[in-house]
T-cell receptor, first 112, second 113 residues
Framework: DAGITQSPRHKVTETGTPVTLRCHQTENHRYMYWYRQDPGHGLRLIHYSYGVKDTDKGEVSDGYSVSRSKTEDFLLTLESATSSQTSVYFC???????????FGPGTRLTVT | SQKIEQNSEALNIQEGKTATLTCNYT??????LQWYRQDPGRGPVFLLLIRENEKEKRKERLKVTFDTTLKQSLFHITASQPADSATYLC????????????FGQGTELSVKP
């Protein structure tokens, strides 16, 4: 398995609080991605990165921001969490040919 | 907008039979199509990638076809086993788009002994 970890694995937070999720990979992969997975919607891309400091929006980026200051770390921030952001968040990485993606174990976030 | 449809109903089959899962896409022309497996509570795991100029791809008991005219991919698991029970996701991929994938909602497969 590609070395990709996410932290925290579970989090409960209140509406209006900021939340940062961390993704760390040890494969020196160029590309990294944040998805959310919800029943009835499947996996949806939030933001992705194609290099250090290079990021772009995905399908459902409103209310989220990302940062990538090092190859191995990709942070997802919810500036002011809302109940609609309750979800399971997955991080993934991919090598230079950007074909297969390697996923982390996921973070279950509950916003109350 | 781009749309991907997979069998919405769960697929229940008997051990030893061949499972066939369908992925249909509309409003775009992917250069590649990937298939992933996801077990409950875990992240998806890559299984196979097929290119638009490939009609068929095999890996052990897995076979994927890609028909760009029908805009459809079929995913087959032969000699299925209870351990194959999982949700299978298809993800068509455009060329040179930073590896972005659009995933289907997945088909849940249950293999009974």
């Amino acid at each position: 398995d590609a070395g990709i970890t996410q932290s925290p694995r579970h989090k409960v937070t209140e509406t209006g609080t900021p939340v940062t999720l961390r993704c760390h990979q040890t494969e020196n992969h160029r590309y990294m991605y944040w998805y959310r997975q919800d029943p009835g919607h499947g996996l949806r891309l939030i933001h992705y990165s194609y290099g250090v400091k290079d990021t772009d929006k995905g399908e459902v980026s409103d209310g989220y921001s990302v940062s990538r200051s090092k190859t191995e770390d990709f942070l997802l921030t919810l500036e002011s969490a809302t109940s609609s952001q309750t979800s399971v968040y997955f991080c993934a990485s991919a090598g230079e040919n950007s074909y297969e993606q390697y996923f982390g174990p996921g973070t279950r976030l509950t916003v109350t | 907008s781009q749309k991907i449809e997979q069998n919405s109903e769960a697929l229940n089959i008997q051990e030893g039979k061949t499972a066939t899962l369908t992925c249909n896409y509309t409003n775009y022309s992917p250069a590649y199509l990937q298939w992933y497996r996801q077990d409950p509570g875990r992240g998806p795991v890559f299984l196979l990638l097929i290119r638009e100029n490939e009609k068929e791809k095999r890996k052990e008991r897995l076979k994927v076809t890609f028909d760009t005219t029908l805009k459809q991919s079929l995913f087959h698991i032969t000699a299925s086993q209870p351990a194959d029970s999982a949700t299978y996701l298809c993800a068509p991929q455009l060329y040179n788009q930073g590896g972005k994938l659009i995933f289907g909602q997945g088909t849940e497969l249950s293999v009974k002994p």
